[in-house]
């Protein structure tokens, strides 16, 4: 999915409200439209990520890879 995002922060926010997103790309603009750059939204498997992945350099992207956490609710433990 790609769209104009004022902001790197407001890209990543984007990839984080969906659970399908699991990593984004930020490039702001050299002529910035209202000073927004662009957000690309990305799927993909994060197990093709690794030490030996390689990623595509290119000027004045950001790539950023959302790691998600699960919370899981504590369970009380009740004594007689």
Do not use: Y
């Amino acid at each position: 999915e790609r769209f104009k995002s004022p902001t790197l922060i407001s890209c990543s926010q984007s990839c984080l409200q969906n659970d399908w997103c699991s990593s984004a790309n930020f490039l702001m603009s050299s002529k910035p439209v209202n000073g927004k750059g662009t957000c690309e939204l990305n799927k993909h498997e994060r197990s093709h990520f690794d030490a030996n992945s390689k990623l595509h350099d290119q000027q004045g992207v950001i790539f950023t890879m959302i790691q998600r956490v699960i919370q899981l609710k504590p369970k009380f433990l009740v004594f007689p």
